[in-house]
């Protein structure tokens, strides 16, 4: 299922091992990821204090998202190739699986909001 997204941005790679060992595990870490850390914002600091109504800490909430997701990306594909450095597809593959971390986080952020205290109305 994630081969297909992945490939969709990077192309295929010569070396099989992506679309067989890497996407598949890293995209569904990235989209359990993004759900729990919408969980958390939404469900866990949304109903905590009033602070969190604001953009900025879902911005922060969404960048950390994304951080992670890039830096899981490159350090499974570092780990599952045996590469001693990365090169242009795995930071490809690290930038495009941080892009579809931030979609997913929205999506859940548009689903989780609504059972949220303080943050009903955030991002929007």
């Keep these: 299922?994630?081969?297909?997204?992945?490939?969709?941005?990077?192309?295929?790679?010569?070396?099989?091992?992506?679309?067989?060992s890497i996407f598949n595990p890293v995209g569904l870490i990235t989209l359990l990821i993004a759900f729990l850390l919408a969980a958390f914002f939404y469900l866990g600091l949304g109903r905590w204090k009033a602070v969190f109504y604001k953009v900025g800490p879902w911005v922060i909430t969404l960048l950390i998202t994304a951080v992670f997701a890039f830096s899981y990306a490159l350090w499974y594909s570092l780990d599952a190739t045996g590469a001693d450095e990365t090169d242009s597809y795995m930071q490809g593959f690290g930038g495009v699986n941080a892009f579809y971390a931030v979609l997913y986080f929205t999506?859940?952020?548009?689903?989780?909001?609504?059972?949220?205290?303080?943050?009903?109305?955030?991002?929007?």
């Design 107 to 124: 999506a859940f952020s548009f689903l989780l909001k609504r059972f949220s205290i303080y943050a009903r109305r955030t991002p929007i």
């Design 1 to 20: 299922m994630f081969t297909s997204l992945y490939e969709l941005w990077l192309g295929q790679n010569d070396d099989p091992i992506y679309a067989e």
